[in-house]
């Protein structure tokens, strides 16, 4: 039996599908999830797909991150269940403390839109292991509230223990401390970045490569080694 | 009923990009002399029965936990009337 990996749908997200097919295509089972569901329908592992969850009132992620099914997942990944957010699913995991800092507005105030490219700083994360440390990739990057931040003893911390995963390369498009575009947890298991791996894992489409491909591969080589 | 204000402001040493374009804007409009905008936001809660300390607890508590986020926003509750 292969691995079955949830993707979370929010009324407001918009690359369920996207992330669901890039499942599909590394090699898994794409499960659908409904946000007031607390029931994860024995999923591995799960994934926060991008998009404006609860139409981002209050502050992005902030709504979300009470739902029915974050209970559940955020109790699930404190016992190691792999959890990958995406965009705003990154800023999903923030507003739950699964991981620290905060995501703010853009600090030029635009959406932004643009093939973006990233250096993968912590090839040891349940998402990344595919990848070698220092890969550059070019994965699609969308957002409006991109800007990580956090103090700098987090951030210092989060430098000091490698776990600052993804890396902005050539230009920083939201002001993100530290060129930061993606953090993970200190157990590797929760990883958050703002750009889109589910939109450039097939040729014909987004970036026309496939190198964000290397996250659903990374944690169905993972599951189904465990 | 009374009414409790909970006040969020971005933490001082947080970029505030929205404050900065607005505090732009005024010398274009005309008015001088402002050196700095910060923006922040205001919720107006209207609660039902008297705010005694264990209503304003739960306020502090849900401020706390939802219309802050603390690693990035400071806040106050007031109580109006």
């Known amino acids: 039996m292969t691995a079955r990996i949830g993707v979370v749908t929010f009324p407001g997200t918009l690359d ?22 607390k029931d994860l329908k024995q999923v591995d592992a799960v994934v926060l797909a991008g998009g404006f969850s609860y139409g981002d009132y209050l502050r992005a992620g902030a709504i979300s991150r009470f739902s029915p099914v974050m209970e559940t997942v955020i109790d699930q990944a404190r016992s190691g269940m792999p959890v990958l957010g995406i965009c705003n699913g990154f800023q ?23 093939d973006q490219k990233l250096r993968v700083e912590n090839a040891e994360t349940a998402w990344t292991a595919d990848y070698e440390q220092g890969r550059e990739i070019s994965v699609p990057l969308k957002n409006m509230d991109g800007r990580y931040v956090a103090d700098e003893r987090v951030l210092d911390e989060l430098e000091a223990e490698g776990r ?37 894992v097939e040729p014909l489409i987004g970036t026309g ?4 491909l290397g996250f659903f591969t990374s944690i169905l080589r993972r599951l189904v080694a465990a | 009923m009374a009414r409790v204000v909970v006040d969020v402001m971005l933490k001082p040493e947080i970029l505030d990009p929205q404050g900065q374009a607005v505090q732009r804007a005024l010398p274009r409009l005309g008015f001088e ?17 008297p705010v005694d300390d ?20 400071d806040f106050v509750v007031k109580v109006e009337s």
């Open chain 1, 92 to 114: 999903i995991l923030t507003e739950a403390h699964l991981l620290p800092g905060a995501m703010l507005r853009n600090n030029h105030l635009h959406f932004i839109c643009r």
């Open chain 1, 164 to 200: 600052v995963a993804f890396r902005y390369l050539d230009v920083n498009p939201n002001g993100s401390l530290r060129d930061i575009a993606g953090i993970t947890n200190a157990e590797g298991n929760v990883v958050g970045l703002m750009p889109h791996p589910e939109h450039a």
């Open chain 2, 33 to 49: 002399g402002i050196a700095d905008v910060r923006q922040g936001k205001r919720f107006e809660l209207e609660v039902d029965g």
């Open chain 2, 54 to 73: 264990a209503a304003l607890a739960r306020i502090h508590e849900m401020a706390e936990t939802f219309l802050a986020n603390t690693v990035i926003e």
């Open chain 1, 209 to 212: 490569g496939t190198d964000g």
């Open chain 1, 16 to 37: 369920d599908q996207d992330a669901l097919r890039a499942v599909r295509l590394a090699g898994a089972e794409p499960v659908s999830l409904w946000h007031r569901d």
